[in-house]
């Protein structure tokens, strides 16, 4: 059975089951394995948690699950509804960790923007999570707990008549194929028609370029794909992401070409560009970036950048912006700019750090590398950082 978090009690957290391990976790109580499909309606579609509000179960069943059982969200410390109707969501993991979710409305469309891990290890120089170090990997029922979250908050559908999550992102805190199994399981379980009924196509998961972990993700399971390219050639991405020097943008091509191809159902590999101001903005940049996506069937989503406290780096200007975004398009990509959203609350991509705390010294090494920089350049000497720019955080 697939890792649980440990919480005060010994009793399994249902949120974290697949529909197979459900229905043997029911025959192993002696049950019939058709128990599962109902309790998962109630915990999923409902949001039910209390066993005794499950009125097509018999008494007697819903005394035994309370004995073995729960159904536990993580806890929220902090809940924030924008204007625009943007959602973002603080979770407590308890120890001191926490991740945030994000839910963000688009017309019929609502996409939840949903966190792996405390933290990340892969330290890419533009990102606040990285900053924050790595703490520890989500548990399948504390990645599933966002969405049981997210979507009690709306209260059950049956109420409106659709799902409000229709598109999920794993796109929050954490390098989701570094935490891979629980993250698969998690997948699974948003897929499942008796889970979240979210379709292949509208399940995304973003990765920085974990080249070997992507093979072992196609013959997993089918869901869309993004990478974070963010340069179009080694050298800047390996400033940028620092992953690069492990898995060059060669291997991580390669790995693209062959989710195309496994998937060739006109599949596209969506490659994610924050655009930073001098940094990777540049005419040059977008004609590499055209030169190398040739031969991978691609979509371009350019992200600006979203600046927090010290980050170094400047969102680049709308000409600037759009000025890419035509070299682009000019060559035959479709090329998107992702607005943001719930800026009232910093809710935005690389926001997702809040008031979480920082327990390892890499933000402030980092504060100290920019310090000295910033030093340096008064000695006029030159320096790749554009500006340390201090923004309020919620
Ligand atoms: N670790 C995964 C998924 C989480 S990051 C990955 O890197 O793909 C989700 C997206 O937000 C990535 O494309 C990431 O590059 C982007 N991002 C990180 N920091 C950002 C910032 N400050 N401004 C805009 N986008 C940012
Ligand atoms: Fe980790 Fe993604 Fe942030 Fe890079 S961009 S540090 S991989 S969360």
């Not at 028609?193 to 080249?211: C, Q």
Request: contains cysteine; positive net charge.
């Amino acid at each position: 059975m697939n890792q649980v978090s440990q919480k005060s009690t010994n009793k399994i957290n249902l949120l974290g089951l697949t529909r197979q391990q459900m229905e043997d976790f029911f025959e192993s109580l002696g049950e019939k394995r058709f128990r599962a499909h109902q309790i998962m309606k109630w915990v999923h579609f409902f949001g039910v948690d209390d066993f005794e509000a499950m009125t097509n179960i018999g008494k007697g069943l819903r005394g035994k699950l309370a004995e073995v059982a729960e159904i536990k969200g993580p806890a929220v410390e902090l809940e924030h509804f924008s204007n625009d109707g943007t959602r973002k969501w603080v979770v407590d993991l308890g120890q001191g960790n926490k991740v945030e979710t994000v839910f963000i409305p688009d017309g019929k469309r609502g996409t939840l923007c949903v966190s792996s891990q405390v933290g990340c290890a892969l330290d890419c120089s533009f990102c606040s999570t990285g900053k924050q170090g790595f703490q520890r990997d989500l548990s399948v029922d504390e990645i599933i707990g966002q969405l049981w979250i997210a979507q009690r908050s709306f209260g059950a559908p049956e109420n409106h008549g659709i799902r409000n999550i229709t598109n999920i992102v794993m796109m929050g805190m954490g390098e989701p194929l570094l935490n891979f199994e629980n993250v698969v399981t998690a997948m699974e379980i948003m897929k499942d028609d008796l889970g979240y009924g979210v379709a292949k196509k509208r399940l995304t998961l973003s990765t920085s370029g974990v080249v070997p972990k992507m093979y072992e993700l196609y013959d997993r399971i089918d869901v869309a794909l993004a990478v974070s390219l963010h340069a179009p050639n080694d050298e800047l991405r390996d400033q940028l992401v620092p992953i690069n020097k492990k898995y060059p943008l060669s291997a991580l091509m390669a790995a693209c070409r062959r989710y195309v191809d496994q998937f060739p159902d006109t599949r596209r590999v969506t490659m994610e560009y924050v655009l930073m101001d001098g940094v990777n903005d540049k005419y040059e940049h977008a004609e590499q970036l055209v030169a190398l996506l040739q031969d991978v069937p691609s979509k371009i989503n350019l992200i600006p950048f979203n600046p927090f406290p010290s980050s170094g780096y400047k969102r680049p200007n709308g000409m600037r912006i759009k000025a890419f975004q035509d070299r682009l398009i000019k060559a035959g990509f479709v090329t998107t700019i992702r607005t943001t959203r719930g800026d009232d609350i910093d809710a935005a991509c690389g926001q997702l750090v809040g008031q979480v705390q920082d327990r390892t010294r890499r933000a402030a090494q980092w504060q100290a590398k920019i310090a000295e920089k910033a030093a340096n350049s008064q000695k006029g000497k030159q320096i790749p950082v554009q500006q340390v720019s201090v923004h309020k955080q919620s």
